[in-house]
């Protein structure tokens, strides 16, 4: 088993920024990739960006990209996603996943672990 858990959300301006953290314990070895997603209310599960974590390899939703990078450290067993330029509709519980399966996912259902999400809200 592999345990996660966020933290860095919080309230932002718009243009300004946050870094989340994603710190995995437990069967560390055992996962091949980690990712964020997001959701609000009413809406399903979104993927942001993955990172695989014994390439180093980066995969991004189209409308993050160019604003947000993930990032890895895998001495600490720990990721980050570096959110900058955030936007009113960046809002949302932001959630850390980890894979067993796959180097890199954008999937959900891709995903074996969760962490309980951080909201993070944009102000305009």
């Known amino acids: 088993q592999v345990q996660l858990v966020e933290s860095g959300g919080g309230l932002v301006q718009a243009g300004g920024s946050l870094r989340l953290s994603c710190a995995a314990s437990?069967?560390?070895?055992?996962?091949?990739?980690m990712g964020w997603f997001r959701q609000v209310p009413g809406k399903e599960r979104e993927f942001v960006a993955s990172?695989?974590?014994?390439?180093?390899?980066?995969y991004y939703a189209d409308s993050v990209k160019g604003r947000f990078t993930i990032s890895r450290d895998n001495a600490k067993n720990t990721g980050y996603l570096q959110m900058n330029n955030l936007k009113p509709e960046d809002t949302a519980v932001y959630y850390c996943?980890?894979?067993?399966?796959?180097?890199?996912?954008?999937?959900?259902?891709?995903?074996?672990?969760w962490g309980q999400g951080t909201q993070v809200t944009v102000s305009s």
């Open positions: 437990g069967r560390t070895v055992s996962f091949y990739c």
């Open positions: 990172i695989s974590k014994r390439l180093g390899s980066t």
């Open positions: 996943a980890a894979s067993r399966r796959y180097e890199l996912g954008y999937r959900a259902y891709e995903y074996d672990y």
